[in-house]
Structure formats: C-alpha cells, structure tokens
C-alpha cells in the first residue's frame, strides 16, 4: 500500500521544518508530487509561529532536531500542545541519535537519520496513514457508542416511567377493588335490612281471625218445635 492508495491522500497536512533550504526543497517536492497539502519553514522559530497561529491542524510535521534558535524538540512541544494528535517525526544525524529517540519519549511518533531514502518517508507515511484511519474510527465508534448510552439512558428514563405509571395505575385498580368489595358488601347489608323491614311490615299489617258470635239462650215458656 503506498500514500497514492490513501483514500483521502490530500486530507493530509504536513509541516516541513529544516534549516537546510535543500533539504527542505527536496521534501517539499517529494509531498507536493504525492497531492498533499503542505507548509515549509526555514528554521524552528518559523516553524512555531506557524504551528500556533494555524487554525487548522497539522496531520504530520517532519522537523530537523538541530536547528537555530528553536531546535526539533521545541517544533515537537509546539505542536503536541496545539495539536495533540499531530505526529511529529524528528529528522537527525548519527550524532545527535540519542537526542531523537528521546525526542520519541517525549511524544515523537518516529525519527529518520540522514542520510535517509524517500522509501523510508514511504513507509513512515503508510504507517502514519494507517494510525490516523484507526485513530479516526475509533473516534468515531467512542461517538456511537455515546449515542447508544444516551438512547439507552432515554429508553431507561422511559422505562422507568412506564414502571412507575404501571404500579400507579395497579395500586389504583387494587384501591378500586376494595371499594367495590365494601360496597357490594354495603349493598348485601342493605338488602338484608330491607328484607327484615319488610317482613316487619307485614306482620305488622296482617289481621287477626274474627272470633264467633255469641248464640242467643232460649226464652222461657217457649216451645221448641221438633221436626
């Protein structure tokens, strides 16, 4: 896989940074050939004047380590404080080695040691390609993921509600239940009131058998005539 098979080759911003105006020419050519958007500075005080004055973020800055004024490691601090997903490759000699792998300690993605081959800067660049497409997908994944705790939270808020508006309205048909059972109750002892009011009622009301009329005594002297 080469830069040219990038997706988005010209998605990539790169800061050149060295003192040396042939070294510098040559990597500029080297990007500009590659499509990619890129900036130059003659030395490391330009460099940081450019990195905190950019609104826009650098993806790569390639800086030589030793430099006047402003050395390598002041580009690398610069940058990581603006930019802190920027990869910063120092560039340096045999001598100053040891420097720029502490540079790397330091928060450096990789050094080169000239001389070096532009296949080299090829595949740094794939490399570093390749971290910004898995640092960008998980970024993106971090967002979805964000999404889905929120719509969880709002789906447990719901539920919640739901739960809370169930055990409401089965408190309320319990209540309702017991009001029922006390009025057929009050009703079945009202209906046993009327039956005995009533049965009352009708005892008071019934009369009595009439009883039989005295038979008048026979007066005397009086025949009874017989048949």
């Known amino acids: ?33 590659k499509g990619l958007t890129l900036l130059t500075a003659r030395d490391g005080l330009e460099a940081v004047s450019l990195i905190e004055g950019s609104a826009d973020p650098f993806q790569i800055v390639l800086t030589d380590l030793v430099m006047p004024q402003k050395s390598g490691l002041d580009v690398l601090k610069a940058a990581k404080d603006k930019f802190p997903d920027v990869h910063v490759v120092i560039i340096t000699g045999y001598a100053s080695l040891e420097t720029a792998i502490e540079a790397v ?8 040691t000239k001389p070096f081959k532009f296949s080299e800067i090829e595949i740094l660049l794939k490399n570093i390609g390749e971290r910004i497409g898995l640092l960008e997908q998980n970024r993106d994944m971090h967002r979805k993921l964000r999404d889905l705790h929120d719509r969880l939270d709002s789906l447990s808020e719901g539920k919640s509600k739901v739960d809370r508006n169930m055990r409401e309205l089965e ?10 059972d006390q009025l057929v109750e009050s009703v079945a002892a009202m209906r046993e009131q009327v039956k005995d009011l009533t049965e009352a009622i009708q005892k008071a009301t019934r009369r ?8 008048e005594a026979p007066r005397e002297g009086s025949r009874s005539i017989r048949l």
């Open 105 to 112: 300690r330091l928060g450096a993605y990789d050094y080169l």
């Open 1 to 33: 896989m080469t830069l040219d098979m990038f997706a988005t080759p010209t998605a990539f911003r790169i800061l050149i940074v060295d003192d040396d105006a042939d070294m510098r020419d040559a990597l500029a050519s080297y990007f500009r050939q």
């Open 208 to 215: 009595p058998p009439a009883a039989p009329e005295p038979q």
């Open 171 to 180: 408190q309320g048909v319990a209540a309702n239940t017991r009001k029922l």
